[in-house]
């Protein structure tokens, strides 16, 4: 089946090399048309982003119009090269080791490359093969600890830019408000990056909403839309001046404010970040979708909502039966940022508004977000006055458009959102 060959080893794998020279200061800058590299592209590079596609699955399968090289990751040896187009299947044999069909192929990390540019992968989902989707790259696959498979897209950063910013927009955005979105994107994934590489953590980024929708390579017009935004600001990055060093951060983003920001408090340690203390005022998001700036109100009897905090917090049955449920505390703008659960006996519990909504609503469709009246009718809990889709912090991605909509640039709508701002070049 497979035809072995020589080896031709790989490229060594370039060190995460990061150059943060301030470009030009966002007030001044048109990030439609940046600067020139001060240096040539390829002497300053930075290392593939690893974007984690499964963290544990029992097989994958996957093909590649013109075929696939198969490579040991450790070494770089070449181990088999397929030409046709048919789908394989990879698993863990005992001992770690990965095969491919029928072979094992005796490598532990398999790396997965298809010269004509992006294989096809699809992952088991529900006891099926779900949905092919084109990865460019590599796929790099290692077994788990369990006997099933951990995958990696080992991608150019500015290549999933591009595909995180056509999944992160609605197609219909204008190009303004793309290309805020593209640098937003790249920061985020630079951000964690740079976390990754300090912790010695698998993977930089998972492929989903917990970091970053990436659908790997999208062959329609938001995903040619996207991949053209990112070429416009291509490595540049939002950075905030920490004592004269520009730093990256993680430049958070949600669909809709509301009316005004978050404070960064609700994921803890960005909490004292400059451009993400919140409060910034948006009327811009108005735009939006209806039920998504102005929701309707919510209502969830005492003993649903305590049945939802206990499946997700079990450790919350130990104050119940529950009794009330108030704001603790209003951060940036008067959004709440802390809900005191009021159990039997005077016994409190208190958790993050955020964490509190998920509780009640894990997918966000009515409870949309944390900027919400909150009363109690008899044993009823009522949730009025709600503003905004999503958590809120940082760029409002509906005000991006609103703001791109009335003229201003990728720069300036960064600005806004993350206060204090520049925009720099990374590499
Ligand atoms: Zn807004």
Redesign the pocket.
């Known amino acids: 089946m497979y035809t072995l060959r020589p080896t031709a080893r790989p490229r060594a794998g370039l060190g995460l090399l990061i150059l943060l020279a301030p470009c030009f200061a966002v007030g001044g800058c048109d990030a439609s048309s940046p600067a020139p590299p001060a240096v040539p592209a390829d002497s300053l590079s930075i290392r593939d982003i690893r974007v984690r596609l499964a963290a544990d699955v029992p097989r994958l399968r996957f093909r590649a119009t013109g075929g696939v090289h198969l490579l040991d990751g450790e070494t770089g040896k070449t181990l088999a090269e397929i030409a046709d187009e048919e789908w394989y299947e990879v698993a863990a044999a005992d001992g770690g080791s990965l095969t491919v069909g029928e072979a094992d192929l005796g490598a532990k990390l398999l790396h997965i490359a298809s010269p004509a540019g992006s294989a096809e992968l699809s992952l088991p989902r529900d006891g099926q093969w779900g949905l092919p989707r084109l990865y460019p790259g590599r796929l790099a696959v290692r077994a788990t600890p369990s006997g099933g498979l951990f995958v990696l897209n080992l991608v150019d950063l500015e290549t999933y830019v591009g595909s995180v910013t056509a999944s992160e927009v609605a197609p219909r955005f204008a190009d303004e408000a793309y290309r805020a979105q593209a640098v937003a994107a790249r920061t985020y994934a630079l951000y964690a990056m740079l976390e990754a590489e300090a912790s010695g953590a698998t993977h930089d980024v998972s492929g989903g909403e917990a970091s970053q929708v990436y659908s790997g390579y999208r062959d329609d017009a938001p995903g040619r839309r996207g991949r053209e935004a990112a070429e416009a600001t291509r490595a540049i990055v939002a950075t905030w001046d920490d004592n004269g060093r520009q730093r990256v951060f993680p430049t958070y983003y949600s669909a ?4 005004v ?1 978050q404070s960064g408090a609700i994921f803890g340690k960005a909490s004292d970040l400059p451009p993400l203390r919140g409060g910034v005022e ?4 108005s735009i939006a979708p209806t039920k998504s700036y102005r929701w309707d109100t919510v209502t969830i009897s005492l003993p649903e909502a305590q049945q939802r905090l206990v499946g997700r917090y079990s450790e919350i049955a130990s104050i119940c039966p529950l009794m009330g449920v108030e704001v603790a505390e209003t951060g940036a703008g008067g959004r709440p940022v802390r809900i005191r659960l009021l159990g039997a006996g005077g016994r409190t519990h208190d958790l993050s508004a955020e964490n509190f909504r998920l509780a009640m609503d894990s997918r966000g469709r009515e409870v949309k977000s944390t900027m919400f009246d909150l009363r109690m009718k008899g044993s009823t809990l009522i949730f009025e006055n709600g503003r ?1 889709f999503g958590h809120g912090l940082g760029l ?1 991605q ?2 991006m458009e ?1 703001q791109a909509r009335a003229g201003r640039h990728a720069g300036e709508i960064l600005a806004y959102y993350y206060p204090g701002v520049r925009l720099t070049r990374a590499y």
């Open positions: 809709v404010c509301g009316g920001s948006c009327d811009y998001c905004g409002c509906w005000g609103g």
